[in-house]
């Protein structure tokens, strides 16, 4: 069943049978669908996102995409209506919706791209309606690759795309922005948009390592496991306790504390994963209508249903917070 984001629904914890018994290393979410590595797929199937190779209107539970069963798989990703999978050896494998090429690349906007290349240069190209490929131009969009030279000296370790707005992150842990900011989603403290990437200078001394676009949100993860977000709450996807919108990074204070490993925005929602020693508890906070929080007895469950739109794996030791 699919949800609106708009909904307030509750959100019970159940085990996602089809996958009780396989190694699951990954999962990736699209808008209604999602993956899971070792390669599984299901959900809605309306632009061929399941890659099943069927004419059909989707799968209710996981099903396996045998056709790339022999390929080492190491990394799975899904946008709105497309998905990707990364082999060890650096091959790119996409199907689903194309309307706007979207299959051409990794990370995707809406209808724009970014990309990275093996020796840390950024490229983009698509719709430049907001500013979100960076090149300074007041332009409608490109059709090929651009190379985002303003940032060519910068040793870069990963790009993200949201809505309309991009993200690069250094080695060193600065992060910069650039695209759509109505909402604050750049992290910069207003609401100006940026043609350009721009230092997000709030979280200069906080050692970012990760960061995910949902989208009109953003989401850091630093080194030390602290979790900050901003941008758009109308959805609560923030996490804290409000529907407000937020200009600059901020703390997400419920999680002080938890050893914090991989933060992931949806697109109205945001989940975290944490490892707690002599795993007692599952705690998930669901602040669409109301911000209560929900505990369980972790030892009840293994894979388990969280969130509108997410389902998340939980294997031994490991913790997943959705709101």
């Known amino acids: 069943m699919m949800h609106s984001p708009?909904?307030?629904?509750?959100?019970?914890?159940?085990?996602?049978?089809?996958?009780?018994?396989?190694?699951?290393?990954?999962?990736?979410?699209?808008?209604?669908?999602?993956?899971?590595?070792?390669?599984?797929?299901?959900?809605?199937?309306?632009?061929?996102?399941?890659?099943?190779?069927?004419?059909?209107?989707?799968?209710?539970?996981?099903?396996?995409?045998?056709?790339?069963?022999?390929?080492?798989?190491?990394?799975?990703?899904?946008?709105?209506?497309?998905?990707?999978?990364?082999?060890?050896?650096?091959?790119?494998?996409?199907?689903?919706?194309?309307?706007c090429g979207q299959l051409v690349i990794y990370l995707v906007h809406r209808c724009s791209k970014i990309h990275f290349s093996k020796d840390g240069q950024v490229y983009t190209w698509g719709q430049d309606s907001r500013g979100q490929l960076g090149l300074g131009k007041r332009i409608s969009g490109v059709r090929s690759p651009q190379h985002l030279r303003c940032v060519s000296e910068i040793p870069v370790v990963q790009v993200s795309a949201g809505g309309e707005q991009s993200f690069i992150l250094s080695v060193s842990g600065g992060l910069f922005s650039w695209g759509r900011n109505d909402c604050?989603?750049?992290?910069?403290?207003?609401?100006?948009?940026?043609?350009?990437?721009?230092?997000?200078?709030?979280?200069?001394?906080?050692?970012?390592?990760?960061?995910?676009?949902?989208?009109?949100?953003?989401?850091?993860?630093?080194?030390?496991?602290?979790?900050?977000?901003?941008?758009?709450?109308?959805?609560?996807?923030?996490g804290h306790n409000s529907f407000r919108n937020e200009l600059r990074p901020r703390l997400v204070a419920e999680l002080w504390g938890a050893k914090v490993i991989q933060v992931a925005c949806g697109r109205y929602s945001t989940i975290i994963l944490h490892y707690i020693c002599g795993c007692s508890s599952i705690t998930t906070q669901i602040p669409l209508k109301s911000h209560s929080f929900i505990i369980y007895d972790c030892r009840e469950f293994e894979p388990f249903l969280c969130s509108l739109l997410f389902i998340i794996l939980l294997q031994e030791g490991l913790l997943v917070w959705g709101w």
Not at 29 to 42: D, E, N
Not at 77 to 82: F, K, T, Y
Not at 192 to 214: A, E, F, I, Q, Y
């Open 184 to 238: 604050g989603q750049l992290g910069l403290g207003d609401t100006t948009d940026r043609h350009t990437p721009t230092p997000v200078r709030h979280l200069n001394m906080k050692k970012t390592v990760h960061v995910s676009c949902g989208k009109d949100h953003t989401a850091t993860l630093t080194k030390d496991g602290a979790v900050f977000t901003f941008g758009s709450g109308q959805h609560g996807q923030l």
């Open 6 to 99: 708009h909904l307030s629904v509750s959100c019970p914890l159940r085990p996602l049978a089809a996958l009780c018994n396989i190694p699951v290393q990954q999962v990736a979410c699209g808008s209604q669908h999602s993956l899971a590595l070792t390669v599984y797929t299901w959900g809605q199937d309306s632009r061929g996102q399941l890659g099943l190779g069927k004419r059909k209107a989707g799968a209710r539970s996981p099903q396996h995409l045998r056709c790339v069963s022999e390929i080492p798989v190491v990394q799975v990703s899904a946008g709105g209506e497309q998905s990707f999978i990364l082999s060890v050896s650096g091959g790119v494998f996409s199907w689903g919706r194309n309307d």
